[in-house]
């Protein structure tokens, strides 16, 4: 974490944005560093709401790395991305296009599947890392003039809205998270092969502790969660589909259209996010750069922590066996 200024008098303004999550912040250039006090209420801030969005800001890849950095320490861009613009390792590059032109189609390909997948692509970022990231930081540069929104959920409202038997009995739960699980590319794409050439592969709790807030978040998503463990198959799949349809209610839900210069952070322990599927269908280009935060291991209710089955834990070392 970089240092921060004195702290100054004036504050952030905060305005939730939907019953259960998200919240648009005011009153801040996010571009110049912070003084502790802005910086503990933006902290506050995304902890209350789980996604919090920032409009009108003019970031470059430097001012998105140094903010981020006022919030804990910054990941490698991806575990599987060996292409981060040149001087900034930091940055992952979210553009349908970009990633057609290094990757063929596999990526375009992987998103048109979860147009017909049950749960469409929701997923919480690298959960198949043994330690995911704390959160995430993504700021538009070019969008479409309409289409293209993202969604969050918040996964502490899921859990905290099913039955006390139910949450009792998912508290001894684990899950295993596979980068390359129920949401692959084509196997023979050059994405997928990649993929196959760096397995990343964890088991978590299926109830996690927030860290900081100590709330229990359902800590599954259909992107990345292959199985729960210990369980039959048949079991695991029930399991799942009642949390997938839990964890993708409305209610628990809030959608940001996205302009030029908007910025979403978002708390990674504790929502999980659904990207554009129709990306092909999208009238222009759609160009987003994310950051994300070092995290922890996840730690259940019971105390147990994740474990590691296959990789390395994610962190700002690059770390990428190209196919
Ligand atoms: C992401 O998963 O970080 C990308 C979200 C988006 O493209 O809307």
């Given at each position: 974490m970089t240092d921060t200024l004195p702290d100054s008098p004036t504050t952030i303004s905060v305005r939730p944005a939907a019953t259960h999550i998200g919240a648009d912040i005011s009153g801040v250039d996010i571009s110049q560093p912070l003084d502790g006090r802005t910086v503990q209420e933006i902290t506050d801030a995304l902890h209350r709401y789980k996604v919090i969005f920032f409009r009108g800001q003019s970031l470059d890849h430097a001012s998105h790395i140094a903010f981020g950095r006022q919030f804990g320490d910054l990941t490698y861009a991806h575990p599987h991305d060996e292409a981060p613009p040149d001087g900034f390792p930091e940055i992952f590059t979210v553009d349908p296009q970009w990633h057609r032109a290094r990757y063929g189609d596999g990526y375009i390909k992987q998103k048109q599947r979860r147009q017909f997948h049950?749960?469409?692509?929701?997923h919480t970022d690298?959960?198949?890392?043994v330690n995911p990231p704390a959160g995430s930081i993504l700021r538009a540069e070019v969008v479409p003039e309409y289409g293209g929104d993202t969604m969050w959920t918040n996964l502490a409202a899921a859990y905290q809205g099913l039955s006390a038997p139910m949450r009792a009995f998912l508290n001894q739960l684990r899950a295993e998270h596979r980068y390359?699980?129920?949401?692959?590319?084509?196997?023979?794409s050059p994405y997928a092969k990649r993929i196959m050439a760096n397995p990343l592969v964890a088991i978590h709790p299926v109830v996690r502790v927030h860290p900081v807030t100590g709330e229990r978040t359902l800590?599954?998503?259909?992107?990345?969660?292959?199985h729960i463990v210990d369980v039959s198959h048949r079991e695991s799949v029930a399991l799942l589909d009642m949390l997938y349809d839990e964890i993708t209610r409305t209610e628990y839900t809030v959608r940001l259209r996205w302009e030029p210069g908007t910025v979403a952070f978002w708390d990674n322990r504790a929502t999980a996010h659904l990207a554009p599927t129709n990306v092909e269908d999208l009238t222009g280009r759609r160009t987003l750069y994310r950051v994300t935060l070092i995290g922890e291991c996840p730690v259940g209710p019971n105390g147990q922590e994740s474990e590691l089955?296959?990789?390395?834990?994610?962190?700002?070392t690059r770390n990428v066996a190209t196919a």
């Open positions: 049950y749960v469409t692509g929701w690298i959960t198949p890392a390359g699980g129920p949401d692959n590319p084509p196997p023979d800590f599954v998503n259909p992107g990345f969660t292959s089955v296959a990789g390395e834990p994610f962190t700002a």
